[in-house]
């Protein structure tokens, strides 16, 4: 059973970056064919994909936010990380970490999700 556990802080000021891990159990993300998503959702908005890492360490990013997004991975301690610089008050949003189809981008399918922490960032 695939589980995903995120971890990050619960609060970003404006400007500094938001940093979030997402850590893996009961699977490898080196395993073929599936890809570590990482998605937001603002307040009263839609889910919006913000990119992925894939089993064989390939990036793919929304073209919304590529320059802006970063998307890493460890495989020793089978995690994937988000990074988000001089974020605004714009990203205040709930962050999810998924395992996703690689099927099409963005992704179609979710297997997976993480619990999804809060993050607001202060006005």
């Known amino acids: 059973q695939v589980q995903l556990q995120e971890s990050g802080p619960g609060l970003v000021k404006p400007s500094q970056t938001l940093s979030l891990t997402c850590t893996v159990s009961?699977?490898?993300?080196?395993?073929?064919?599936?890809?570590w998503s990482w998605v937001r959702q603002p307040p009263g908005k839609d889910l919006e994909w913000m990119g992925v890492?894939?089993?064989?360490?390939?990036?793919y990013y929304s073209p919304a936010l590529k320059s802006r997004t970063s998307i890493s991975r460890d495989t020793s301690t089978s995690q994937f990380s988000l990074q988000l610089p001089s974020v605004t008050p714009g990203a205040a949003a709930v962050y999810y970490c998924?395992?996703?189809?690689?099927?099409?981008?963005?992704?179609?399918?979710?297997?997976?999700w993480g619990q999804g922490p809060q993050l607001p960032v202060p006005s």
């Open positions: 890492i894939a089993y064989d360490g390939s990036t």
């Open positions: 009961g699977g490898s993300i080196t395993a073929g064919y599936r890809g």
């Open positions: 998924a395992a996703s189809s690689i099927a099409s981008l963005p992704p179609a399918e979710y297997a997976y």
